[in-house]
């Protein structure tokens, strides 16, 4: 059998039935927008080998994407593994609309795409690291939460200037404390690949320094209880260097309060268990982890 191209679809390929893996495979990336052969791998698991060659035939089946946006990238290093997002047929599947799911995801810029990988990398390395601690992991279709997806709102910050905030992500992480007390702590996700300024002149510019603003002002007026029924929220940042860290502490260290909301660290992080990595926090000189694990978790972490 003749090697089938990566990114173009072959006229004619064999008929195939859909199998409960298959599902599962097209809500993982339903979830996530965008997804990496190995992230699909590592959630579902079984034969790397075996789904990567699923991959295959469900792209040629239009049920999987393979962004093109990723092409230049793909063919410089070959290093990644390949990124998709859904087809039309799945789209049809789960009754999204419009019905032209694939040609929507298939037309995505390079900048998107890195973006949303991101995302995507930073929640399937959480999720792995929850079912490492036996943690739950809440995502947003979870929630229950009484607004429109993706999550947003709109809030007034101290000069009067009203903004638009739309987390990333949103997600709860759901544990027993050391107490034995179950716990729900709400997380809005960041994921900063350094291409917005971190600090403008005018507060009408994009900066990072304004969702920051914007988080602090959505916290002291009490937002997030009265509009989106979550009690408490931090906000996870994952950014793209060390020295970008530092930028964005700088900038939360010109909030007036809420300085504790805050929890920052670089892509390296995402190499590490995210419940046993320590991150920095906002308050000066300040450290925290996501969750309060027992201490008989943390040891059985390498």
């Known amino acids: 059998m003749s090697r089938l191209p990566r990114f173009q679809r072959v006229a004619t390929v064999a008929p195939i039935g859909l199998t409960e893996r298959d599902h599962k495979i097209i809500q993982h990336i339903h979830r996530h927008r965008f997804l990496r052969s ?3 791998i ?10 990567s060659r699923r991959f295959q035939w469900l ?3 239009g049920y999987l994407e393979r962004p093109r946006a990723q092409l230049q990238y793909y063919e410089r290093s070959g290093s990644q593994t390949i990124a998709y997002g859904l087809g039309n047929k799945s789209g049809s599947l789960l009754q999204l609309n419009p019905a032209s799911w694939g040609e929507k995801n298939r037309g995505i810029g390079q900048i998107y795409l890195a973006h949303a990988l991101l995302v995507s990398e930073v929640m399937v390395s959480l999720e792995l690291a929850c079912q490492q601690h036996g943690i739950r992991l809440l995502h947003e279709d979870e929630l229950n939460l009484p607004v429109e997806a993706p999550l947003h709102w709109r809030v007034k910050i101290r000069d009067g200037t009203k903004l638009g905030v739309i987390p990333d992500r949103v997600f709860a992480l759901e544990y027993a404390d050391q107490n034995g007390q179950m716990q729900r702590v709400y997380y809005f996700l ?29 916290w002291v007026n009490k937002i997030h209880q009265r509009h989106l029924g979550i009690p408490r929220f ?23 309060r809420g300085h504790g909301l805050f929890l920052f660290a670089d892509e390296s992080v995402l190499q590490c268990d995210l419940l046993s990595a320590v991150w920095q926090c906002g308050k000066a000189a300040a450290m925290s982890a996501l969750v309060d694990l027992p201490a008989s978790a943390n040891s059985h972490v390498s």
């Not at 300024?197 to 990072?208: D, G, W």
Request: aromatic share 6%; net charge positive; charged share 20%.
């Open 42 to 51: 590592a959630l579902i698991g079984g034969s790397a080998q075996n789904l």
């Open 190 to 218: 960041e994921a900063d690949r350094g291409t917005m300024p971190v600090v403008r002149e005018k507060l009408a510019q994009s900066s990072f320094y304004r969702k920051l603003l914007a988080y602090e002002a959505t």
């Open 38 to 40: 190995h992230q699909i």
């Open 234 to 256: 931090r906000v996870l940042t994952v950014t793209t260097s060390a020295a970008r860290v530092k930028s964005l502490l700088d900038a939360c260290s010109r909030l007036q």
């Open 59 to 61: 792209f040629h089946h």
